[in-house]
């Protein structure tokens, strides 16, 4: 597993008591110093040097006892090569270094700290272009094309077990990300690392058009001297839609119930829902799926307008989805899948108010109902004389008829209804006005 990168100087302080430091250097930069996993046993370090010209260790140690220095390579610590030639000047010990690509031990005192060098000028990272693929079909990935070199920076442990040294390339471009409160895609930076070098590396599609910039490696960045490519401008063909749905609420229908549902919706029928539409740029054909069925295996209505206003009257779940294509219909996207839950239909009717006689207190007759899709309310006297018509549930009798209070007493109501279940509905029934004689 990687661990943090060390400072570019290299000096690795080990031991909170103890001030023993390690320092490599080579081709005339400091080397790159990278800290692995406590399991390779590496406790002084992974380092990357520029090339064996000049290169060097430098131990400083909490003495002047002796340093002795042996190497190993990938079998393993367990059997080293004694090395000399390093010089010692009180407690720094120097050993200049003839080779690379192989693990060294340092000891003193007892004391072995175990460290490995890597020869960059062996495996150089080499960016000469990047281009991407013309694959047909590439929807949610965009495939890559590299042409240069780069092969790995193997060490290994003291055990022999063998590991690489990533590289980490960085690729940026840009796309299109959904924002939620200006309701549009905006075109956002995009970054992603590939870990090695590869001659084909697949990243997220973009969703817009966009060039292509790879940059490294890290070992480079380090040292000042990173690479970087860029490609021709990339036509995308990668797709995104985003959909969002509003009901309209019948603000002054009191004695419906339902009507305006918090968490959901739908409720009670007749409910008016606006879908709007919003897609990236390679978009060009949209359209709204209506379903019965959560899957989508059975639809019942496709439209393709950008605003679709929609009225819901049958009772049960709609699910519906926005869709979107590219011009080759080869790259399909989808929007999340609104649930519009209408309820069963109910409509009662009171038997008595009281108007003209406590203002706001029971002084309109109105019927309860919901999901009432279409309704017809007749009111007669006893001789059968209409008083009074009324075809919006939500509106009711004042208790009036040509102007004036009629006298109290008991009258009839008709009701012709049909609810968001397609059935019809008929209610008759009498009305007590309860209230004094003007």
Not at 16 to 21: E, I, K, R
Not at 64 to 91: E, M
Not at 281 to 287: F, L, N, Q
């Amino acid at each position: 597993m990687c661990r943090k990168l060390l400072l570019f100087v290299c000096i690795i302080t080990l031991g909170n008591l103890y001030a023993q430091q390690i320092t490599v250097s080579g081709g005339g930069y400091p080397a790159y110093g990278y800290t692995p996993d406590a399991s390779t046993g590496l406790t002084g370090g992974v380092f990357v040097i520029y090339s064996l010209d000049n290169a060097v260790i430098e131990f400083s140690g909490t003495s002047d006892s002796p340093v002795l220095w042996s190497k190993f390579g990938p079998s393993g610590a367990a059997s080293p090569t004694s090395v000399t030639g390093a010089a010692q000047n009180g407690s720094t010990s120097t050993l200049p270094l003839t080779e690379a690509d192989c693990g060294y031990i340092i000891e003193q005192s007892g004391t072995k700290y175990y460290l490995w060098v890597i020869n960059y000028a062996q495996a150089p990272l080499e960016l000469n272009a990047i281009s991407v693929s013309n694959d047909s079909g590439q929807c949610e990935f965009t495939t890559l094309l590299l042409d240069g070199k780069g092969e790995k920076l193997n060490y290994y442990s003291i055990n022999g077990a063998p590991k690489v040294l990533q590289r980490e390339l960085t690729i940026n471009y840009m796309t299109l990300v959904w924002d939620e409160t200006s309701l549009s895609y905006i075109q956002t930076p995009q970054s992603e690392t590939v870990h090695d070098f590869s001659s084909s590396v697949q990243v997220q599609a973009p969703l817009c058009n966009t060039d292509f910039t790879i940059t490294g490696d890290q070992i480079l960045n380090g040292w000042g001297m990173a690479q970087t490519v860029s490609s021709d401008e990339y036509i995308t063909t990668a797709i995104a839609v985003t959909a969002i749905a509003e009901q309209t609420y019948r603000e002054d229908a009191l004695n419906e119930d339902d009507r305006q549902p918090s968490d959901y919706l739908g409720g009670s029928a007749p409910a008016e829902i606006e879908f709007q539409a919003y897609k990236t740029d390679a978009v060009t054909h949209i359209e709204w799926e209506f379903s019965d069925k959560e899957d989508f295996s059975n639809t019942i209505a496709r439209y393709n307008d950008e605003i679709l206003r929609y009225t819901f009257r049958d009772e049960g779940i709609t699910y519906v989805r926005l869709v979107g294509s590219n011009s080759t219909a080869e790259c399909q996207a989808y929007s999340t899948t609104f649930t519009v839950n209408i309820g069963e239909p109910r409509l009662e009717a009171p038997n008595a108010f009281s108007p003209g006689t406590s203002p706001g207190i029971n002084d309109e007759w109105k019927v309860a109902y919901k999901s009432i899709v279409s309704f017809k309310c007749w009111i007669f006297n006893k001789w059968g004389v209409q008083i009074f018509y009324f075809d919006n549930p939500e509106e009711g009798w004042d208790g009036k008829y040509r102007g004036k209070y009629v006298d109290p007493g008991v009258y009839y109501y008709v009701i012709e209804a049909k609810g968001s279940n397609n059935q019809k509905i008929k209610l008759k029934g009498n009305i007590n006005i309860l209230r004094g004689k003007d």
